[in-house]
């Protein structure tokens, strides 16, 4: 089958290949009774894609999918032969076929919804709205109620800040606030920010935070650590209203991925490590459908030429949104 996958020493280069083997699928065998064999439409990839060696994420690039259910497990019961699904896949995504377990995805309900922006929902998406539960921004199993509160998104325009801001934005976020580049100011305001702070004009940035200490119940961070060597955690700790702010971050220093992976994190400071689910899945879509948002997407074909646009687009942090593969 097509697929993008990882090779060098370390699995830190990409290439494309036709001639990977379609994954095995025993539907009875204790690995894939609880599992669903896809035919993959469209794929998405994420900066962990390529920070990760090959022995950590395995062979085949990618992790986010949508595609039709073709084999179902002996224990599924939530979806079956013929439906379209979307999620997170347990053997890669940027190929013909996948497997993904039945708790990692959900049902495509919706015809208003393409493949492309279903694909683009499970890593990014999911990652701001668990930033928000835990940052008591949307709680779950959300259903409508207006959200009186205050909230920066740092990194706005990327894949995971513009989840943020569409999220807030159909929660009913009173304020919420963008950090971003000067350039991409009416594109994030469109999105739903109600303020827009540059990162380029330094003394602009700087009198932001002087000025806002203990205004936001949230402060999302989807910027430090990405690769450009920036480091908003310490200096945004008090904006923090007191007592009942959050601080939560998808990337961070050494010393606060140490505490996050053995549990010590401090009470309002949080790195979020996104677990996909179908319950989380469902609640995107149903808060995207309030507003008719939907995900920013940058189209590649899976071919040798695709996957390296893809990847250089990846890696410059220039991109807004997400960046999807048809594999039709």
């Known amino acids: 089958m097509k697929a993008a996958i990882r090779t060098g020493f370390l699995g830190y280069t990409f290439t494309f290949t036709q001639n990977v083997a379609i994954p095995s699928f025993q539907p009875d065998s204790s690995?894939?009774?609880?599992?669903v064999f896809i035919k993959v439409q469209s794929a998405a990839i994420n900066p962990v894609d390529y920070k990760l060696p090959r022995f950590i994420i395995g062979p085949i690039v990618g992790r986010d999918f949508c595609g039709v259910?073709?084999?179902?497990?002996?224990?599924?019961?939530s979806v079956k032969v013929g439906d379209q699904v979307y999620g997170n896949s347990s053997t890669g995504s940027l190929a013909e076929?996948?497997?993904?377990?039945?708790?990692?995805?959900?049902?495509?309900?919706?015809?208003?919804?393409?493949?492309?922006?279903?694909?683009?929902?499970?890593?990014a998406y999911q990652s701001a709205l668990q930033?928000?539960?835990?940052g008591n921004i949307i709680p779950k199993g959300f259903k409508g109620e207006s959200v009186e509160k205050d909230v920066l998104i740092i990194g706005a325009s990327g894949?995971?800040?513009v989840a943020g801001?569409?999220?807030?934005?159909?929660?009913?976020?009173?304020?919420?606030?963008?950090?971003c580049s000067k350039k991409n100011t009416d594109f994030v305001k469109g999105l739903g920010a109600t303020q827009v702070v540059n990162y380029d004009v330094s003394d602009e940035l700087n009198d932001f935070f002087q000025q806002n200490k203990g205004q936001f119940d949230c402060v999302y961070d989807a910027a430090t650590g990405t690769g450009g060597n920036e480091?908003?955690?310490?200096?945004?700790?008090?904006?923090l209203k007191p007592k009942v702010g959050q601080f939560v971050a998808l990337n961070g220093p050494p010393g606060k991925w140490t505490r996050a992976l053995l549990g010590w994190q401090k009470k309002n400071e949080s790195i979020i490590l996104c677990r996909s689910n179908t319950a989380d899945l469902e609640s995107i879509v149903y808060l995207l459908n309030r507003t008719g948002a939907r995900p920013i997407v940058n189209s590649y074909t899976l071919s040798e030429?695709?996957?390296?646009?893809?990847?250089?687009a990846l890696k410059s942090r220039r991109t807004k949104g997400k960046l999807v593969f048809d594999m039709e």
């Open 231 to 239: 480091d908003y955690w310490k200096q945004s700790i008090p904006l």
């Open 305 to 312: 030429d695709g996957l390296a646009n893809a990847f250089q």
């Open 31 to 35: 690995q894939h009774k609880h599992s």
């Open 69 to 77: 259910v073709e084999k179902v497990g002996s224990q599924v019961t």
């Open 165 to 179: 801001i569409q999220l807030c934005k159909a929660a009913g976020v009173k304020r919420i606030v963008a950090i």
């Open 97 to 123: 076929y996948a497997i993904a377990q039945e708790t990692t995805i959900a049902k495509k309900e919706d015809d208003h919804w393409t493949t492309a922006e279903c694909a683009a929902l499970p890593v």
């Open 159 to 161: 894949g995971c800040g």
């Open 131 to 134: 930033s928000f539960q835990v």
